[in-house]
């Protein structure tokens, strides 16, 4: 899948730090923290796109995906308890080391950035049957995903392993949630979970909500 982006160089650390924003942002696509889990919602465009950047992730090492959500809209009825806080969302690999509590200041200084098109394979994830889910729990297991916040922002965090196998469920929004309905009359909603580290707990060391809740929306007035 092609992806039309910005990318943003920075001076950071000494170096040279790469930002890259999809162009324009994705408009249904909503992110929140709702105090015990991280609550994100999709339509199917929102859905292909998160799925294509989470693709670009796995790939880009040296690169932090940046999508700037955080003020859009979350679809009606979607609200969670108390007030839920809007969020951006980061796609960063962990060997990268980039320390989040600098976001808000490389944040501020990234431009206009510069026209490109990213391409992803349409299939950059391996099938279901093909993943080893028992051995996340070894103790030796590290591609796990991380979660943390900062500057209004959700940093998830992980190796090339991690995002493409992760993102096997996460392509289930494009593959398989246009026709649930049709398929499960009267079932609930559609969605996959991801977790923060080996297993789900309801905080992370941060005390970031350790639970990303991703729901396909299918009726998102504009």
């Known amino acids: 899948m092609e992806q039309r982006v ?14 890259v924003r ?12 709702d105090g015990h889990w991280l609550s994100m919602y999709a339509d199917r465009d929102g859905a292909e796109r998160l799925t294509a950047l989470w693709s670009l992730a796995a790939r880009s090492a040296r690169s932090l995906v940046h999508l700037p959500i955080r003020a859009n809209r ?27 509590a600098s976001w808000k200041q490389v944040r501020s200084r990234l431009g206009a950035g510069s026209p490109h098109t990213a391409s992803t394979p349409d299939r950059d994830f391996p099938e279901a049957s093909a993943i080893d889910h028992d051995r996340r729990y070894h ?10 916040i900062a500057a209004h922002t959700l940093f998830v965090v992980g190796s090339a392993t991690a995002f493409r196998e992760h993102g096997t469920a996460l392509r289930g929004l494009v593959d398989e949630a246009p026709s649930h309905r049709h398929r499960h009359p009267g079932a609930g909603h559609f969605c996959v979970e991801f977790s923060s580290g080996p297993w789900t ?3 992370t060391r941060r005390h970031v909500p350790g639970a990303l809740h991703i729901e396909y929306c299918e009726d998102w007035p504009v």
């Open 74 to 100: 979350a679809p009606d009825g979607a609200a969670g308890e108390g007030e839920p806080v809007a969020l951006d969302l980061v796609l960063v690999h962990h060997s990268l080391q980039f320390p989040t």
């Open 201 to 203: 707990r309801p905080r």
């Open 22 to 33: 999809p162009d324009p942002a994705p408009g249904r696509l909503a992110l929140r923290d």
């Open 6 to 19: 910005r990318v943003h160089k920075v001076r950071f650390g000494g170096g040279e730090l790469r930002v």
């Open 139 to 148: 103790p030796t297991y590290r591609d796990h995903l991380g979660f943390d």
